[in-house]
């Protein structure tokens, strides 16, 4: 009996001990620099200097700064191994891993490869065209691989064998002399299926145009064209090409979106929108996007006609106001749709930016609005020098990061129920490995644990807490059960005498 009393006093002060330490890590402070109510932090990596570009792949986060690159198990945070890789890695500079090679960006325009596995520099490096005093200090402004080719651009194109390093072909830009046939490319973007395609100027006979083509992954020269120009990156459908915000006359911003069969230049065909858009991402047999004048929208990409368009309460800028669109992020499970807006103003009288936004989340099939979430927030000078936003969806909570800050709100209802707050701006975030990867500050951080109850009921007990508890009740009724079953047994086998009251030491 005492064995028994000493059970249940023990399963009681472990149950509250679980449910306080549980309590605090579930609901942690959203004024901690790296945690955020509702979730728990899985680990935390420190960076040596300021992170520019990370990107997750092959079970492995990779960050790259100005000076070193780091590479971090996804999953645990360990760190694999880091290298100096020479300086000049700056923001938004690519980072690529493929088939365990790690190809990143460095100074003067160049392309390193790194074994992903161990952190060895490895013998392939692509240069980029370099013929500018800038271009001699900064990173690639943009490369890609794709079918055994590294496609690298700084003041002009270059496109090697990934493998041998062997140069295929390069142009220059317009100020040089390019071989014939050879377009003076502005942008380049590779596609999978030896699909290359550019923007800028090409030849054609003795004249010069502006538009869109594509080009000959091996030789760089023209496969077809049409007079469409697009500064956007394309995007790639069920053999055809969609081209955004093009103009038929010049190189300002268009307003037509095209549908291209990739492997003629044949327009299946075109419409005219009357505005620009912004972020589209195609969704199954879907294109969707945002207008320059309010609307979020539908189109359907095999007929090239508007499925459904909703209006937003989108507080469109000013010219003292600077504007931050995130993208368009599909959660298929709930067949929902989440966007933000933000707008940025420098409050002079506080030397402060101000921020507000609303975050949206639609009905996939019909478009309809199911909530809208306001979020506003002050940053000082220093830390907020513009407005990066993006979207993750993770279980049953939304994340979206506004220059310094990681907000976080309930999916269903839209319910903002925890924030914090970060001392310089944070890369994007994305989510993956079912977590939640944000890179700020000097550090790299892996949010997981995101308990749909504990998010759509806040106040309720943690399921183990539930079961301790549980638990002891149980064991309580089993005890009283013992009791009164012992006073009856008593009582029918010494009749007439009063029992003893049972002894609890």
């Not at 100005?66 to 945070?77: E, H, K, R, S, V």
């Not at 590779?190 to 502006?210: E, K, M, Q």
């Amino acid at each position: 009996m005492p064995l028994t009393i000493f059970i249940i006093i023990l399963i009681t002060i472990f149950g509250l001990t679980s449910f306080q330490t549980q309590h605090q890590s579930a609901y942690a402070s959203s004024n901690s620099i790296s945690s955020i109510a509702q979730t728990e932090i899985l680990y935390q990596c420190t960076i040596k200097n300021f992170a520019n570009t990370y990107t997750i792949a092959e079970g492995k986060l990779f960050v790259i700064s100005n000076y070193d690159l780091n590479c971090f198990d996804a999953q645990t945070g360990k760190n694999l191994w880091q290298i100096t890789v020479g300086g000049g890695s700056y923001a938004g500079a690519p980072l690529v891993v493929q088939d365990g090679i790690v190809f990143a960006g460095v100074a003067e325009g160049q392309v390193i490869t790194v074994d992903a596995n161990t952190g060895k520099l490895l013998p392939l490096q692509f240069q980029a065209i370099v013929e500018t005093s800038w271009g001699s200090k900064s990173t690639p402004t943009a490369f890609a691989v794709a079918d055994g080719r590294l496609y690298v651009a700084q003041t002009g194109w270059r496109a090697y064998n990934v493998s041998t390093g062997v140069l295929l072909w390069e142009t220059f830009s317009p100020s040089s002399t390019n071989p014939p046939n050879m377009p003076y490319n502005d942008n380049v973007w590779a596609f999978d299926d030896n699909l290359v395609l550019a923007s800028g100027i090409y030849p054609s006979g003795n004249n010069f145009y502006n538009g869109v083509y594509r080009i000959n992954s091996d030789t760089g020269t023209i496969l077809w064209s049409i007079p469409w120009f697009s500064n956007n990156q394309p995007l790639v459908y069920n053999g055809s090409i969609i081209f955004w915000n093009c103009n038929e006359t010049n190189s300002d911003t268009g307003q037509t979106v095209l549908s291209v069969d990739a492997t003629t230049g044949n327009i299946f065909w075109n419409l005219d929108l009357k505005t620009a858009i912004y972020e589209p991402v195609i969704y199954q047999e879907q294109l969707l996007f945002v207008t320059s004048d309010g609307y979020l929208c539908m189109l359907n990409l095999s007929e090239g006609s508007l499925v459904w368009e909703v209006p937003l309460k989108t507080p469109f800028a000013s010219s003292a106001v600077s504007s931050g669109i995130s993208s368009i992020q599909v959660d298929s499970q709930s067949q929902r749709i989440f966007w933000s807006y933000t707008t940025m103003e420098y409050i002079e009288s506080t030397n402060n930016f101000q921020y507000e936004g609303f975050l949206y989340s639609l009905d996939l099939t019909e478009g309809n609005v199911i909530w809208t979430s306001p979020f506003k927030f002050n940053s000082d000078f220093f830390s907020y020098p513009s407005v990066q936003t993006e979207i993750a969806v993770l279980n049953n909570t939304v994340f979206l990061n506004t220059g310094v800050d990681l907000l976080a709100f309930n999916k269903s209802t839209g319910t903002l129920f925890g924030s914090t707050n970060f001392e310089h701006y944070l890369l994007p975030i994305v989510s993956a490995y079912n977590k939640l990867f944000v890179v700020a500050d000097l550090t790299a951080i892996a949010y997981t644990n995101y308990s749909d109850s504990a998010i759509t009921e806040p106040h309720s007990l943690p399921k183990t807490c539930q079961q301790i508890i549980v638990l002891a009740v149980v064991g309580i009724i089993v005890t009283l059960l013992t009791l009164v079953y012992r006073k009856h047994r008593n009582k029918r086998n010494t009749p007439g005498i009063v029992p003893s009251i049972p002894s609890f030491t």
